[in-house]
């Protein structure tokens, strides 16, 4: 069974950088897609990147030009660039895997994603 541990947070400066790590154990993270998802202080949990089992990136809207998911299944790892960041970013960051028949495909909707993390924390604060 496909078990995901998300690392990389911490406190950020407005502007700055930082990349999430999500590395997988259990199974062989070449067969799921991963997604990206966030949920900021009295906010609902929101999917904000995905990467389908063969790489193809999708991203909300509102993040697109700053965020960029990637992935290297020999390291089991898919990670999440995230550059000039806002104090809106602040948030608790986790990732999740799902398999869908289509390698191509993706979706950000929460639902369906069975494999998750327990979270790495980012605050963008100066």
């Known amino acids: 069974q496909l078990q995901v541990v998300e690392s990389g947070g911490g406190l950020v400066q407005p502007g700055g950088s930082v990349r999430l790590s999500c590395s997988a154990s259990?199974?062989?993270?070449?067969?799921?897609?991963v997604g990206w998802f966030r949920q900021a202080p009295g906010k609902e949990r929101e999917g904000i990147s995905c990467i389908s089992s063969s790489g193809r990136p999708n991203y909300k809207d509102s993040v697109k030009g700053r965020f960029t998911i990637t992935r290297d299944n020999a390291k089991n790892t898919v990670y999440l660039q995230i550059n000039s960041l806002k104090s809106e970013d602040t948030a608790v960051y986790y990732c999740?895997?799902?398999?869908?028949?289509?390698?191509?495909?993706?979706?950000?909707?929460?639902?369906?994603?069975?494999?998750w993390g327990q979270g790495t924390q980012v605050t963008v604060s100066s």
């Open positions: 999740a895997g799902i398999q869908y028949s289509n390698p191509e495909f993706c979706r950000r909707d929460i639902a369906g994603y069975a494999y």
């Open positions: 259990g199974a062989t993270l070449d067969d799921y897609a």
